[in-house]
C-alpha cells in the first residue's frame, strides 16, 4: 500500500489537476476528499481540454477507479452533467466512479442563500462562486444536512425536505414560494436518484479494502491551504479543509496510513476572490502576470490576482500540511522578469512578522519584506532536465526551496502531463 496526497500550498488554482493526472498513471485509485463544483481542474489529455469540477482527474487515465469522498458536497445535477460530459468525449466512468454514501447533497434552495449571503454582505462579500457550497456545508455542521443515503431513500429525503424547507421559509421568500421551490427540488429527483445509485458505496468501507489489498491511493484536494477554513485567511476561505488532514475526515483513511504529501505551488501567487493577498501586484506586471499565465477561474471565468511569490504563507502551509515534497508550476510565466522578489516577511502594527499571522487585522494590513535576485532570460518552455534551466531560475527554485522548507521533486512548464522536468529521484511517486 502506498498513500500520497496532493494539496495546493497557496489559495488554490496551483495546478493540482494536472499533476494528479500525471500521478495518476502510477495510482489504482484516486479519491477528492472536500470541496464541491467550486473547484474546477484544468486538464490536457490526448491535446483535448478537460475542466473537471467533482470527478477526480483521475477519472482520464484509463481503468483507474475514483472515489468521490464523503468530505465532498455533491450537487447532483452538477454530476450528472459532468458524467455526461466525461462520457460524450469516450471517456469511460461507468464502472469506474464510486461516490461515499455519507457525502452531503447540494439542493436547489442552498444555491439561492449563497447569492443570499454574498449579496447581503456588500463590501464585506467573501467572492464566493455563489453554487451552494457554504450553505451546504453549514447545513452539515448544523446536523439538519441532506447525505447521499439520504436523496436515495425517499422515505427519509422528503420529510427532511419539508423540514428544511420550513426552517429556511424566511430567508427563501425573495425566491419564490416554497411550493415553487419544493417543484424545482423534485422536478429530476427521481430521475437523478435513479443516476446515482449505481455508484454509491460505504466510502470507508471501499478505502479500507483498498488499503488491505495494497492498492496505490492519491488523493487530490480542492482549492489550497490558504483557503482552508481553519488555516487560511479567515473569513476569506472557503467551508472545508483543503489540507492534508482533511483526507482522514473527507475519506475514511487513518491518519497512520497516509505516507506521502505533495504540496502543488505556482513560482509566483494567485487568489480568486476577495481576502487578504499582501504580495498582489495590482500594476502592469500583476496585468502581464495574469495574461501570459491564462490565470481565469476554471470554474467561473474570473480573473485570478496575482502577485509576488510569498514564502511566509507557503511556509505557513507546508508546515500545516506535513509536505516533504513540491511541485513547482507556471516558472515559465516569470521568463523576463527581472528582478524577480520574494515576500520573506511582512510588516503588520509596527512589527516585523516572519510567520503567517491569524489576526484578520494582521493580514489585511501586512505589508511584504521583499528579497530580490536576478531574473532569467529565454524560453524554457520544452525543457526536459533540470541542468537545462538557466542558472538563476535553478538559484530561484532552490532559494524557494531554502525558505518553505521542501524539496521540489518536480517543475511544471505547460499544461500536457509531458511539459515537466523531474529534479528529485527520491521522490517515490515518480511519473
Not at 496551483?14 to 489504482?28: N, P, R, S, T, Y
Not at 489529455?45 to 475542466?51: P, S, W
Not at 450553505?135 to 425536505?161: H, I, M, Q, T, W
Not at 424547507?165 to 421559509?169: I, Q
Given at each position: 500500500?502506498?498513500?500520497?496526497?496532493?494539496?495546493?500550498?497557496?489559495?488554490?488554482?496551483?495546478?493540482?489537476?494536472?499533476?494528479?493526472?500525471?500521478?495518476?498513471?502510477?495510482?489504482?485509485?484516486?479519491v477528492?476528499?472536500?470541496?464541491?463544483?467550486?473547484?474546477?481542474?484544468?486538464?490536457?489529455?490526448?491535446?483535448?481540454?478537460?475542466?473537471?469540477?467533482?470527478?477526480?482527474?483521475?477519472?482520464?487515465?484509463p481503468?483507474?477507479?475514483?472515489?468521490?469522498?464523503?468530505?465532498?458536497?455533491?450537487?447532483?445535477?452538477a454530476?450528472?452533467?459532468?458524467?455526461q460530459?466525461?462520457?460524450?468525449r469516450?471517456?469511460?466512468?461507468r464502472?469506474?466512479?464510486?461516490?461515499?454514501?455519507?457525502?452531503?447533497?447540494?439542493?436547489?434552495?442552498?444555491?439561492?442563500?449563497?447569492?443570499?449571503?454574498?449579496?447581503?454582505?456588500?463590501?464585506?462579500?467573501?467572492?464566493?462562486t455563489?453554487?451552494?457550497?457554504?450553505?451546504?456545508?453549514?447545513?452539515?455542521?448544523?446536523?439538519?444536512?441532506?447525505?447521499?443515503?439520504?436523496?436515495?431513500?425517499?422515505?427519509?429525503?422528503?420529510?427532511?425536505?419539508?423540514?428544511n424547507?420550513?426552517?429556511?421559509?424566511p430567508?427563501?421568500?425573495n425566491?419564490?414560494?416554497?411550493?415553487?421551490?419544493?417543484?424545482?427540488?423534485?422536478k429530476?429527483y427521481?430521475?437523478?436518484?435513479?443516476?446515482?445509485?449505481?455508484?454509491?458505496?460505504?466510502?470507508?468501507?471501499?478505502?479500507?479494502?483498498?488499503?488491505?489489498?495494497?492498492?496505490?491511493?492519491?488523493?487530490?484536494?480542492?482549492?489550497?491551504?490558504m483557503l482552508?477554513?481553519?488555516?487560511?485567511?479567515?473569513?476569506?476561505?472557503?467551508?472545508?479543509?483543503?489540507?492534508?488532514g482533511?483526507?482522514?475526515?473527507?475519506?475514511?483513511?487513518?491518519?497512520?496510513?497516509?505516507?506521502?504529501?505533495?504540496?502543488?505551488?505556482?513560482?509566483?501567487?494567485?487568489r480568486?476572490?476577495?481576502g487578504?493577498?499582501?504580495?498582489?501586484?495590482?500594476?502592469?506586471?500583476?496585468?502581464?502576470?495574469?495574461?501570459?499565465?491564462?490565470?481565469?477561474?476554471?470554474?467561473?471565468?474570473?480573473?485570478?490576482?496575482?502577485?509576488?511569490f510569498?514564502?511566509?504563507?507557503?511556509?505557513?502551509a507546508?508546515?500545516?500540511?506535513?509536505?516533504?515534497?513540491?511541485?513547482?508550476?507556471?516558472?515559465?510565466?516569470?521568463?523576463?522578469?527581472?528582478?524577480?522578489?520574494?515576500?520573506?516577511?511582512y510588516?503588520?502594527?509596527?512589527?516585523?512578522?516572519?510567520?503567517?499571522?491569524?489576526?484578520?487585522?494582521?493580514?489585511?494590513?501586512?505589508?511584504?519584506?521583499?528579497?530580490?535576485?536576478?531574473?532569467?532570460?529565454?524560453s524554457?518552455?520544452?525543457?526536459?532536465?533540470?541542468?537545462?534551466?538557466?542558472?538563476?531560475?535553478?538559484?530561484?527554485?532552490?532559494r524557494?526551496?531554502?525558505?518553505?522548507?521542501?524539496?521540489?521533486?518536480?517543475?511544471?512548464?505547460?499544461?500536457?502531463?509531458?511539459?515537466?522536468?523531474?529534479l528529485d529521484?527520491k521522490?517515490?511517486?515518480?511519473?
Open positions: 500500500m502506498s498513500t500520497l496526497v496532493v494539496v495546493g500550498v497557496q489559495w488554490g488554482d496551483e495546478g493540482k489537476g494536472k499533476i494528479v493526472h500525471l500521478l495518476g498513471k502510477q495510482a489504482d485509485i484516486v477528492r476528499y472536500q470541496g464541491g463544483n467550486n473547484a474546477g481542474h484544468t486538464v490536457i489529455f490526448d491535446g483535448k481540454h478537460f475542466v473537471l469540477h467533482l470527478i477526480p482527474s483521475g477519472i482520464l487515465e481503468g483507474k477507479k475514483c472515489l468521490i469522498g464523503n468530505g465532498v458536497v455533491i450537487d447532483p445535477e454530476l450528472q452533467e459532468e458524467f460530459f466525461l462520457e460524450k469516450k471517456v469511460r466512468v464502472g469506474r466512479l464510486f461516490i461515499a454514501d455519507a457525502a452531503h447533497v447540494i439542493l436547489p434552495y442552498h444555491r439561492y442563500l449563497d447569492c443570499l449571503h454574498e449579496d447581503r454582505a456588500g463590501v464585506g462579500k467573501i467572492g464566493t455563489r453554487r451552494g457550497i457554504g450553505p451546504a456545508y453549514s447545513d452539515k455542521v448544523g446536523r439538519v444536512g441532506l447525505r447521499v443515503a439520504d436523496y436515495l431513500n425517499p422515505e427519509v429525503f422528503l420529510p427532511l425536505l419539508e423540514s424547507l420550513k426552517e429556511k421559509a430567508l427563501l421568500k425566491f419564490g414560494s416554497l411550493e415553487d421551490i419544493r417543484r424545482e427540488v423534485l429530476n427521481n430521475a437523478l436518484r435513479r443516476f446515482l445509485k449505481p455508484y454509491v458505496v460505504n466510502g470507508p468501507e471501499f478505502i479500507f479494502h483498498a488499503v488491505e489489498s495494497r492498492r496505490k491511493i492519491l488523493f487530490e484536494s480542492a482549492q489550497g491551504t482552508d477554513v481553519d488555516f487560511g485567511t479567515y473569513p476569506f476561505v472557503t467551508s472545508s479543509n483543503p489540507v492534508a482533511g483526507v482522514c475526515i473527507g475519506s475514511g483513511l487513518a491518519p497512520t496510513q497516509i505516507d506521502e504529501v505533495l504540496g502543488v505551488l505556482k513560482a509566483y501567487t494567485t480568486v476572490g476577495e487578504p493577498f499582501p504580495t498582489e501586484l495590482k500594476d502592469d506586471l500583476g496585468e502581464s502576470l495574469r495574461q501570459r499565465g491564462m490565470e481565469f477561474g476554471a470554474t467561473t471565468g474570473r480573473p485570478r490576482r496575482c502577485g509576488w510569498d514564502a511566509v504563507a507557503v511556509r505557513h507546508v508546515r500545516i500540511n506535513g509536505s516533504r515534497w513540491l511541485a513547482l508550476t507556471k516558472l515559465d510565466v516569470l521568463e523576463g522578469v527581472t528582478p524577480l522578489k520574494i515576500a520573506v516577511a510588516r503588520a502594527g509596527g512589527k516585523i512578522l516572519k510567520e503567517f499571522p491569524s489576526d484578520r487585522q494582521q493580514q489585511a494590513e501586512a505589508v511584504p519584506v521583499y528579497e530580490e535576485m536576478p531574473g532569467f532570460q529565454g524554457i518552455r520544452g525543457m526536459t532536465r533540470y541542468a537545462q534551466l538557466p542558472a538563476n531560475a535553478q538559484r530561484y527554485i532552490k524557494l526551496e531554502t525558505l518553505v522548507g521542501a524539496k521540489v521533486a518536480m517543475i511544471s512548464l505547460g499544461r500536457s502531463r509531458e511539459e515537466t522536468i523531474i529521484s521522490f517515490p511517486w515518480k511519473p
